[in-house]
């Protein structure tokens, strides 16, 4: 032909050859794709059985302590089952840190249910009102963390004290978060509540959110922690 022109055959070796480093690029693409479904894969599992098993057993040992500690009956040995129970509570805080940055929450459950089954596998002997007002679907991410944790450590500084029977849990969502905790007690300033004071206090901070503790007029204690929504 003409210079500079192509010869049919020239047309279908490029055209074939068109075909088939579109054929590589779909396939590498794939390829790709899959293995970032395997980490996501893998990611999930591994957060679901950290939260299923691995925190599940962390919060038995913790209990079991915690019924432990009144039995024993030099001041020593309860200090250290106390100091090991906040150990525990600190091991199974960065637990959740992990999960939710291996894949945010653990998949299939919402704030909600993980609310109440913490609830219901924390609360021992106590009575628990858990109320929620609001739309919790719009917490996500780290804010949804800090409030499962909250409600836990909150509920775990109850079980904690034998003189608490009775604990009513509010999570309010409308301009701000607000999660309320209140027993029936009255009042502690024992180590390790101060220490889980402050592992509360210090989340309100991370998101620029506060925390107050009052007495209420009946001698039990109000735990307030709030924080923005944005």
Known sequence: GAAGSFTDEQVEMMAAFADQAALAWQLATSQRRMRELDVVTERDRIARDL?????????????????????????????????????LQGVIQKIQTTIYGLHGAPQGASLRERIDEAVARL???????????????????????????????????????????????????????????????????????????????????????????ETTATGGTTLRWTAPLV
């Open 51 to 87: 939260h299923d098993h691995v925190i599940q057993r962390l919060f038995a040992v913790g209990l079991t302590l915690q019924a432990a500690a009144p039995l024993a009956r030099v001041p020593e040995v309860q200090r250290r089952l106390a100091d090991a129970v906040d150990d």
């Open 123 to 213: 609360a021992g002997d106590l009575r628990t009102s858990v109320q929620f007002v609001g739309p919790l679907s719009v917490l996500e991410g780290a804010l949804a963390e800090h409030a499962e944790a909250v409600v836990c450590e909150a509920l775990v500084n109850a079980v904690r004290h034998a003189r608490v029977a009775a604990v009513t849990i509010r999570v309010v969502v409308g301009d701000d978060l607000c999660i309320e905790v209140s027993d029936d007690g009255c009042g502690t300033t024992e180590a390790g509540s101060r220490r889980s004071l402050a592992r509360l206090r210090r989340r309100a901070e991370q998101v620029g959110g506060e925390l107050t503790v």
